[in-house]
């Protein structure tokens, strides 16, 4: 019991703000104790000024009370420490530099466990027994532990800022409600809090569902490099197999030419040394008689002499000999001359075939989406210049300025009316739109490029469209099937149509319209284009075929595809 008692006095002589042993305690005139510096920094550095309240019963005093050393309890506290040591916190319950930590503990600080909206304040597990406890601090509102209670702090007046002014979406003070804000809307920051809450919720929707698109995108794109990976693997290992191959059958044919040239020298020297031999053994029997006819000419005797020329002279009558042909250094250099006139052919082969076999290694390329041009000095760069095509004209269409401009001819409505049901029940082989004033261009769209229309008159359409579009009736209109795409600039009103689907756009008016075409990435953007460009409307597809620019006319309309420098 005794030891118990006085683990109670201990407790009763602890300072409610550091947790420690009282050190020069003070008492302020509710009644509660403090050490003297711990209250000193409370109310010096924690509250606004001239806001001088107990920490537990939150007492307001004005003015500031001033502080004198209570002897007694600095005596009981003396006899205290006299007893015995004190039970230090564990080492894990101090605050480090990542936690927040308690701004009633002096000297080393315990972690927050909460923190006071009202009080502005942290709170470790100690100091904040008295919210528990307390009937004052029942209206207190705990949250986690902050490091940025101050912000909820008007920096004009000190008061907690508890209103949201819409006019000027911000939080303030009731002071700031009745001053600078007077006659704006205001509500609760709990109200608005909740509202925007719902707002969060949509936006974290959205976000979401962009980060799994994004997800997607990625896994794409990582499908793509294990793709490319594989792909370029393979493609080196079936082009040194094919090389390899090819070194085989020349190395093949080397081997073969050797040994070709090889017995066929075998065979020529053979057949010339055999020659040879026996053109030895000719001239051997030759000399021979030479000697026995030259000792006959010495013979003195008549009678012998003519009996042995007789037979002598008959025995050198000989055949003569085939004549030989000779070819110095001539043998195999007709071999040689076929040989490099097979190595100048393979080289041909291969100068004329390697760009193609380069160009197409260049043109491997992943389909990563292209950044659009933000200026027109940008757009310019991509401009391609675009003819029309007087065989895909219609009838009544007019082409001029080198085939860039288009005019609807002059005539009476009678005659369009005529013309318009003749060309409506016919259907001519020819290439041309039959009933509707539309032209295309000569030239085929692949890649990324621009042009621009300048237009006058009643309604001008710009297009882009499949070469296999119909040319005859009203499913030949631009925008009224799936093989081309328009904006329509009638009235002074645009309207973007495809697959006979109609999408109003707005945007200023301008003579001139821009479009931009990204082929490979299916992007197609119309622009109204004058001091600077606006974006009228953007598709995003799949062009599955060439695209060629086009042109729609109303009557007493011109359409211009423009030069662009």
């Known amino acids: 019991m005794a030891q118990r008692g006085i683990q109670l006095d201990q407790e009763k002589l602890c300072c409610s703000i550091c947790l420690d042993l009282l050190r020069d305690p003070v008492t302020i005139p509710c009644g509660h104790n403090y050490c003297m510096s711990c209250i000193k920094f409370f ?115 000190g008061k907690t800022m508890k209103i949201f002014c819409r006019t000027d979406q911000q939080c303030i ?127 003195h005797n008549h009678t012998q002499f003519l009996c042995n020329y007789a037979s002598l002279s008959q025995a050198s009558e000989c055949t003569d000999s085939p004549s030989i042909r000779i070819r110095p250094l001539s043998y195999f250099e007709d071999v040689m001359a076929a040989v490099s006139e097979a190595k100048d052919k393979l080289c041909d082969v291969f100068n ?63 005659a369009v009316v005529q013309l318009a049901a003749e060309m409506y029940v016919r259907q001519p082989e020819s290439p041309g739109f039959t009933n509707r004033f539309q032209v295309m261009s000569r030239e085929s769209l692949t890649s990324r490029c621009y042009w621009e229309v300048e237009r006058r008159g009643r309604g001008v359409s710009v297009a882009v469209t499949y070469k296999n579009i119909s040319r005859a009736k009203d499913e030949s209109e631009f925008g009224h099937n799936d093989k081309s795409w328009v904006l329509k600039c009638v009235n002074r009103s645009y309207e973007f149509r495809h697959n006979n689907i109609s999408t109003s756009v707005s945007g200023p008016q301008s003579s001139r319209v821009g479009v931009y075409l990204d082929h490979r990435a299916g992007a197609l953007s119309f622009y109204s284009v004058s001091d600077t460009m606006t974006l009228l409307h953007r598709v995003q597809t799949t062009f599955t075929q060439p695209l060629y620019a086009g042109l729609w006319l109303e009557f007493e309309s011109t359409a211009e595809l423009c030069e662009l420098k």
């Not at 076999?357 to 401009?383: C, H, M, N």
């Open 173 to 299: 003070c009731y002071l700031c409600s009745m001053g600078e804000h007077k006659g704006h809307e205001f509500v609760s920051a709990e109200e608005e809090r909740t509202e925007r809450q719902g707002e969060l919720g949509v936006s974290r929707q959205k976000i979401q569902q962009r980060i799994q698109d994004r997800e997607k995108k990625l896994k794409v794109l990582q499908q793509e490099v294990v793709a490319i990976n594989r792909s370029a693997d393979k493609a080196v290992r079936d082009s040194e197999k094919v090389f390899t191959e090819l070194i085989s059958l020349i190395e093949k044919r080397s081997s073969d030419l050797k040994k070709q040239i090889r017995s066929q020298q075998k065979t020529e020297v053979s057949r010339t040394k055999r020659y040879e031999g026996e053109l030895q053994q000719e001239i051997a029997t030759l000399m021979r008689k030479d000697t026995e006819l030259e000792q006959l000419s010495h013979t």
């Open 352 to 414: 004329e075939l390697w760009p193609k076999i380069s160009l197409t290694v260049a043109e491997v390329d992943v389909l990563l989406p292209q950044t659009e041009p933000k200026t027109r000095a940008g757009f310019l760069q991509y401009s391609q210049q675009i003819t029309l095509d007087p065989n895909t004209a219609n009838t009544m269409l007019l082409l001029s300025e080198g085939n860039r401009k288009v005019t609807v001819k002059e005539t009476s409505l009678l």
């Open 43 to 157: 109310w010096d550095e924690k509250l606004p000024k001239q806001n001088h309240s107990c920490p537990q019963c939150r007492q307001t005093f004005r003015p500031r009370p001033f502080l004198v050393k209570n002897t007694m309890l600095a005596d009981l506290v003396e006899d205290l420490k006299k007893t015995g040591p004190q039970a230090a916190p564990a080492d894990h319950c101090y605050a480090g530099t990542d936690d927040v930590a308690c701004d009633f503990c002096s000297g080393r600080k315990l972690k927050a466990v909460k923190s006071c909206l009202q009080c502005l304040v942290s709170y470790c597990e100690q100091h904040l027994q008295p919210h528990y406890e307390s009937s004052a601090f029942e209206k207190h509102k705990l949250v986690h532990p902050s490091r940025k209670l101050q912000e909820n702090i008007c920096s004009y007046h």
